[in-house]
């Protein structure tokens, strides 16, 4: 876990009504890989929530099932069991069809730790989100005028410009190009966005620049965020709640305050011990390592 960065306060969006449907919702999610004849369990019943305009971060280190399950909530893996509902409409397990594919590139997006694995290389950030829009819309020539003020929106944004959009991706910095992959996955207009380590990557500078970004296309949008990240310091910059992960099970899910203020499972003390700070005792940390799991080495 790093140090946190300091951005201004997360803006909130406007409380949804209280009939309003769920935007997302994930129960009884489930995914074992086989491993040299060894079954490993990566997630094991999860399930969760999402308000309209909400946020929740799920939380955990390098292998407790949070990427898996970012990965199953945009449909690149597929559940053992469980279902995952966005706007009351299940998530079919797998599609078949342009028009059933493009359904689901609009209920779910995700950001990636590298942006290098949604934009093209060889093409220009404004052609990347020029071909998304016209893979979801118009093609013809009379919409090309509509899609070229829909990028240049897209871009301003996320504080990109004209320069930006004629830029290939090598040149641009870190967080420009992370900047992008926001802008591109946004152009569909998706229910929920996915970000998957999305600043864990970037300078801490940079790190709070994107978070705030994130805050305000929330607030703008109203559109629902999955924040997967191994720090908890992060997510409490942007989310609403905390669900800690550890071995692909829940250890605790509450609002993120009363979470980082009062944990009450021994993981996600652990979790919040491990931060380095003035004083920061990693043999300490370690020993509390070897107490919650003994079976385990230490990383």
């Known amino acids: 876990m790093t140090t946190a960065p300091t951005p201004a306060p ?12 769920a935007l997302l919702e994930v129960g009884g999610l489930r995914k074992t890989y086989r491993t040299g004849g060894t ?6 019943d999860l399930s969760f929530t999402l308000p309209p305009g909400g946020a929740l971060g799920i939380v955990g280190e390098s292998g407790s099932g949070k990427t898996t399950t970012a990965r199953m909530l945009v449909g690149l893996e597929r559940p053992d069991a469980g279902r995952i509902l966005v706007q009351g409409e299940p998530l079919a397990a797998s599609v078949r069809g342009r028009a059933a594919r493009l359904a689901r590139a609009k209920a779910v997006q995700i950001v990636f730790q590298d942006p290098y694995l949604s934009l093209d290389a060889r093409m220009t950030i404004g052609a990347t989100i020029d071909g998304v829009l016209r893979l979801h819309g118009s093609r013809d020539a009379a919409a090309r005028a509509a899609r070229a003020a829909r990028v240049r929106e897209l871009l301003a944004q996320v504080g990109l410009g004209d320069r930006e959009a004629a830029a290939l991706p090598r ?5 420009q190009r992370q900047r992008a992959a926001i802008a591109r996955a946004l152009a569909v207009r998706p229910a929920v966005l996915v970000l998957d380590e999305a600043v864990s990557a970037l300078d801490v500078s940079v790190q709070a620049q994107v978070l705030n970004l994130l ?14 990240s191994h720090d908890l310091a992060v997510v409490r910059y942007v989310c609403d709640e905390a669900l800690v992960m550890y071995r692909g099970r829940t250890r605790e899910h509450r609002p993120v305050a009363e979470l980082l203020a009062a944990p009450r499972d021994p993981y996600t003390a652990l979790l919040l011990a491990s931060v380095p700070r003035p004083g920061w005792d990693p043999a300490s940390v370690g020993s509390r390592r070897r107490a919650l799991d003994p079976k385990r080495l230490p990383a």
Not at 171 to 175: A, K
């Open 215 to 228: 805050a305000d296309i929330r607030r703008d949008t109203g559109i629902g965020l999955v924040f997967v």
């Open 39 to 44: 079954e490993v369990v990566a997630v094991d």
């Open 10 to 21: 997360a803006p909130t969006p406007a409380p949804a009504p209280a009939d309003a449907p």
């Open 171 to 175: 040149h641009l910095s870190g967080g």
